[in-house]
């Protein structure tokens, strides 16, 4: 390829997600003239917002994407819950990046500046001491580099930056944070906390921990709970890469933002042994080109990241960069999920709730944290997220009925409701991966991924017991007409948690990366996204993701200032 060189920059940052957006903002806090390059194509805040406040009839389909657009063009996408009419437009078309499933695998992805941090979930919870030594204890995967008080001081200073509301517990196995109130919870769910908590001592029901502002933060306003949040959101009252870290990366002077820029390559020189810099396409003008740095962050998103350097080949590393361990692309993880139950839920048609809260509740882990709570069948435990609410008019198109008096009838709201799904650690298996498949390219000629990620007997009786523990406390709080669900049929992937692939471990002949998220092998090569994680642990991962990629952006600048990099 002919490439054109650019100027050198101090840092190139690879992707502008959860972890991409910290470390352009850590990057130019700390000095650095940083270039963050991103595949998808520019999102302005509030300004391309473009569906934010739009009612079902604002929009042309009514909120659904025609079935034909949707297998022809999102047959992946649209299978996560945040896709819709009003959010195709951040999305990977489909059609348009392909890649090979092996074994079926849902990989989800934004095409936006900003990545997924504009459409997820937002809850936010740390990992426990037990999940940095649980690897060490049970013997699936290696030894975590780093334990829990490593990491602590930067989950405070993550905490303080994007604000967390929720309720402290004092729980070892979830540790409390830096939190802002609490959201509050509705009458169903506080009787559920109750009739729980009474019946399981070692079980606690609490309010979600979301990165969503129940109070000002800056100029950042307090949520006010209008809903649809995976549409982008004005007030900046959760957190994304556009409303904080980007505004705060630009004030410094140190950053340069490329969108429609497709990193196809880690360049590396054998004499140096170092990262000079990275090959790009513009997805515009399909201008090849390079750009050099003295240090680059992968923060892709764990697969583009695998891929990336899989395609980074040299004299040095024919395989890939920096996998002289051969483990790069492999030990893929992704929490379980669509597996729980829901129940109807009788009384209280007194009462209601104001505004559409954008959270749940949350049933912290409780199998597995000790001998007392040892289960015989699986290793590792799981938590529950759901919520209750009653039933709108929508509720009509699953009824028989017609008529004024019928949709009169429809202006009251249905009776409660209520839903309990589980997300489970999976474990490090060396089988589960995703290749270069080079019978297969791109639009731009570059090996596709081939993915290769199945379930194991662990997942299949975790599962299991997820399914019946939702359903017994749905039970016990007084929950009717009590249904389990397990979709073990969906393909993984789905709970949009993927991580490994260039996991972190103390010893280089069977990890990527040490414990400041620096490639073994390549000492100005960092990784900071889900690729780097060991193991899954059963917390919802973006909080760690953005703790540890400040953590490897202040070491970063110290060796570099030390002239160690």
């Not at 459409?119 to 995967?141: I, V």
Request: glycine letters at 10%; hydrophobic letters at 35%.
């Amino acid at each position: 390829m002919n490439y054109h060189r650019q100027q050198q920059y101090d840092a190139i940052v690879v992707g502008s997600g959860m972890s991409g957006g910290w470390a352009m903002m850590e990057l130019c806090r700390l000095g650095l003239k940083t270039l963050v390059l991103e595949r998808g194509r520019m999102v302005r805040h509030v300004l391309d917002y473009i569906t934010e406040h739009k009612a079902p009839w604002e929009l042309p389909h009514r909120g659904r994407v025609p079935p034909a657009t949707a297998r022809e063009d999102y047959p992946v996408q649209s299978k996560t819950y945040a896709f819709s009419e009003a959010t195709r437009h951040f999305f990977m078309r489909d059609s348009e990046h392909p890649y090979v499933q092996d074994e079926p695998y849902t990989w989800i992805q934004a095409n936006v500046v900003g990545g997924r941090s504009l459409m997820w979930a937002r809850q936010s919870y740390r990992l426990s001491p037990m999940d940095f030594e649980a690897n060490l204890e049970d013997g699936h995967g290696v030894d975590w580099p780093i334990r829990y008080t490593d990491l602590a001081p930067w989950y405070d200073h993550v905490e303080r930056t994007i604000g967390v509301s929720g309720q402290p517990e004092g729980l070892p196995h979830l540790p409390d944070g830096i939190f802002q109130k609490p959201m509050a919870m509705n009458i169903v769910e506080r009787m559920l906390k109750e009739r729980v908590e009474a019946r399981f001592p070692e079980r606690t029901v609490t309010i979600g921990r979301t990165a969503t502002l129940t109070e000002p933060l800056g100029d950042r306003a307090a949520c006010h709970y209008c809903g649809p949040c995976e549409r982008g959101c004005s007030t900046s009252s959760y957190y994304s890469t556009l409303s904080v870290a980007l505004p705060r990366a630009r004030e410094t002077g140190n950053l340069t933002l490329r969108p429609n820029s497709l990193v196809c390559g880690v360049n590396y020189d054998d004499a140096t042994n170092r990262a000079t810099g990275v090959d790009v396409i513009d997805t515009e003008s399909g201008e090849r080109m390079t750009f050099t740095g003295r240090l680059v962050f992968l923060c892709a998103s764990s697969m583009n990241t695998a891929r990336i350097m899989l395609l980074s080949v040299s004299r040095s590393f024919p395989d890939g960069i920096a996998n002289t361990s051969g483990a790069l692309g492999h030990y893929l993880m992704d929490h379980h999920y669509h597996v729980g139950a829901n129940a109807s839920v009788d009384g209280y048609t007194d009462r209601y709730y104001q505004g559409n809260r954008p959270n749940g509740i949350y049933i912290p882990r409780f199998r597995n944290l000790g001998p007392e709570t040892q289960h015989p069948s699986f290793v590792r435990g799981y938590g529950f997220q759901g919520s209750a609410s009653r039933q709108s008019w929508s509720r009509g198109n699953s009824m028989t009925g017609f008529g004024s008096e019928f949709k009169h009838s429809l202006r009251e709201p249905g009776r409660w409701r209520m839903g309990l799904g589980g997300f489970g650690e999976t474990l490090p298996r060396y089988d589960n991966y995703c290749l270069l498949d080079p019978s297969v390219q791109d639009q731009w000629g570059l090996p596709v991924l081939k993915f290769h990620v199945t379930r194991d007997d662990n997942d299949r009786a975790m599962r299991k017991d997820m399914m019946e523990t939702a359903a017994e406390m749905l039970e016990a709080g007084g929950g009717k007409n009590v249904s389990t669900y397990d979709t073990w049929q969906d393909a993984p992937g789905l709970g949009n948690h993927e991580m490994g692939a260039a996991r972190m471990g103390r010893d280089p002949t069977t990890s990527v990366l040490n414990a400041y998220n620096q490639c073994h092998d390549v000492s100005n090569l960092f990784v900071t996204d889900g690729a780097c994680m060991t193991s899954s642990a059963w917390q919802n991962p973006s909080l760690t993701y953005m703790a540890l990629t400040a953590r490897a952006c202040d070491h970063a600048v110290r060796q570099l200032s030390a002239g160690s990099l």
